[in-house]
């Protein structure tokens, strides 16, 4: 029996609120974790939707796992089911980055959360690894793509290259190898490859604080940020360390270590950001900007996917994002476990989350509350 609307919304609303509040990790634990719930349990797509919106997220700018939310509510339920997801996903990590806030104005300094963070990480490695395996299975759909996949992994650590030109670079060699005979047959129209440069920006001159200056420096943002969220640093040193002065660098680094030991999106540190410079109402206002492109930009792209994957031109090239997109994420995880998996209870608890994933199907936000568990006995231990 098919779910009504209603129905549809409140499912999205339960979801996403819950992954609001336990997707600690960054944006590839997030998509893990997504792929966990929307496709192994309770199979509102398959692999291949998953991976199309998964390709689709890294053509725009904007917080991928935020923008994965939004795809798979239009999916469900229409404009309602995109709203309700993107707002559910973000709104859990904006009211505990504002209490966090709130005590960091108050008492000067950040609340620990070492040793909560030393046990889920673990489990975070384990989920990552586990949707990577799922995803390329199906995204790998000849030696050829898979290839292509490991290329794009080197190619990260070896020559550093941007995230975004692996990804388009990756889609676009592929799209042209794939039909090279058609290729041979036709002349192709020039490709436009939109580049987002962020500016110089001269020695640090204060400027009077504002509310719609503040909101049109986080809609420029959201609107033109590609990358990790080393990127959004620099977005955010340059305009608010250097071309505004309203922060002080060592303000801007505790914004990112907020955004970072809270679950949901990164780009949640705009949150902090905004309460530091005009309390509540500040906060609103610059989570408001920075995640406003993402839900505009899914409006436009969804609806467009399945002509991009009907093409033969389009369909390889988003295989060639989509196996780029797990290059780099393979690539992220290993910069993870690197940091995660430092001792040997770490590396247990990793092997154990993995095992009950695999094996059990184990619901991810048990496995997370467990590693939380660990990590705080672990600290009374020590």
Request: charged share 10%; hydrophobic share 55%.
């Amino acid at each position: 029996m098919q779910s009504s609307r209603p129905q549809k919304l409140g499912e999205l609303a339960l979801l996403f609120l819950r992954l609001g509040f336990t997707s600690f990790g960054g944006p590839a634990a997030h998509i893990a974790l997504m792929h966990h719930e929307v496709v192994e349990r309770r199979r509102w797509l398959n692999d291949q939707e998953f991976l199309d919106l998964l390709g689709a997220t890294n053509l725009i700018p904007g917080p991928n796992s935020t923008e994965m939310a939004i795809h798979i509510g239009y999916m469900q339920a229409g404009w309602p089911g995109l709203i309700v997801a993107g707002i559910c996903f973000i709104v859990p990590a904006m009211v505990i980055v504002l209490g966090l806030a709130w005590a960091y104005v108050r008492f000067g300094s950040l609340p620990q959360a070492q040793q909560l963070l030393y046990g889920i990480k673990p489990v975070v490695i384990a989920l990552i690894a586990q949707a990577i395996w799922n995803l390329g299975r199906k995204a790998t759909k000849s030696v050829f793509l898979g290839v292509c996949g490991v290329v794009i992994l080197v190619l990260y650590f070896v020559i550093r290259l941007n995230e975004v030109l692996l990804l388009l670079g990756g889609g676009l060699i592929i799209m042209m190898l794939e039909n090279r005979r058609t290729l041979w047959k036709a002349t192709l129209p020039k490709a436009s490859l939109p580049v987002w440069i962020a500016a110089a920006a001269p020695a640090a001159i204060v400027t009077a604080f504002s509310m719609p200056r503040l909101f049109l420096t986080f809609l420029k943002i959201g609107a033109t940020l590609y990358g990790s969220g080393y990127v959004l640093l620099a977005f955010l040193r340059s305009d608010f360390v250097q071309r505004l002065g309203w922060l002080t660098d060592q303000q801007l680094l505790d914004a990112i270590a907020v955004g970072q030991v809270t679950p949901g999106p990164l780009f949640t540190t705009a949150t902090f950001i905004g309460y530091l410079l005009g309390g509540i109402p500040g906060g609103l206002v610059a989570t408001l900007g920075i995640f406003l492109p993402s839900f505009i930009f899914v409006a436009m792209l969804n609806p467009l996917i399945p002509r991009l994957r009907s093409s033969p031109w389009t369909g390889s090239f988003l295989d060639g994002i989509n196996v780029a997109s797990l290059g780099l994420m393979t690539a992220v995880t290993i910069q993870l476990g690197q940091s995660s998996l430092v001792d040997w209870f770490t590396a247990a608890i990793a092997a154990i989350s993995l095992l009950l994933l695999l094996r059990f199907k184990l619901n991810s936000t048990w496995l997370i509350a467990g590693g939380a568990l660990a990590g705080l006995a672990m600290g009374l231990v020590k």
